[in-house]
Nanobody, 115 residues
Framework: QVQLVESGGGLGQAGGSLTLSCAAS????????MGWYRQAPGEERELVAR???????NYADSVKGRFTLSRDNAKNTMYLQMNSLKPEDTAVYYC?????????WGQGTQVTVSS
C-alpha cells in the first residue's frame, strides 16, 4: 500500500511562485502515470500535469509554461513548481500515482492565490 503525502501549499500572490512536494512511502517501481490534479470549489477534479513511466509529460493548457513537474527518485518524491501564479490556480492540489489496476491519491494540499 503506497501512501502519498503532499506539502508546500499555502497562500501565494499573483505572479509569485510555490512549490508542492509529494512524498511516497515507498519506491514505486512501475506505474502508468504519476502526476498532479487539482479541484477548485464547485468544480470537478482536473489534471494539472503528469508523467508516464516512459517519461512523457502532459500539462493542462492552463498551466503550460508556468508549472513544471519533476521527480527525485532517490527521495521517492515528486514536485510541482508553480510560477506566475494566477488567482484561478486556487484549488486543492492532489498528487496521484496510477499503477494500472489501482490509483493512489494524497490527502491534498490547499493552494490559495491572492490577486
Amino acid at each position: 500500500q503506497v501512501q502519498l503525502v503532499e506539502s508546500g501549499g499555502g497562500l501565494g500572490q499573483a505572479g509569485g511562485s510555490l512549490t508542492l512536494s509529494c512524498a511516497a512511502s515507498q519506491r514505486i517501481l512501475g506505474f502508468n502515470y504519476m502526476g498532479w490534479y487539482r479541484q477548485a470549489p464547485g468544480e470537478e477534479r482536473e489534471l494539472v500535469a503528469r508523467i508516464t513511466y516512459g517519461g512523457i509529460m502532459n500539462y493542462a493548457d492552463s498551466v503550460k509554461g508556468r508549472f513544471t513537474l519533476s521527480r527525485d527518485n532517490a527521495k521517492n518524491t515528486m514536485y510541482l513548481q508553480m510560477n506566475s501564479l494566477k488567482p484561478e490556480d486556487t484549488a486543492v492540489y492532489y498528487c496521484n500515482v496510477d499503477i494500472g489496476w489501482k490509483a493512489y491519491w494524497g490527502q491534498g494540499t490547499q493552494v490559495t492565490v491572492s490577486s
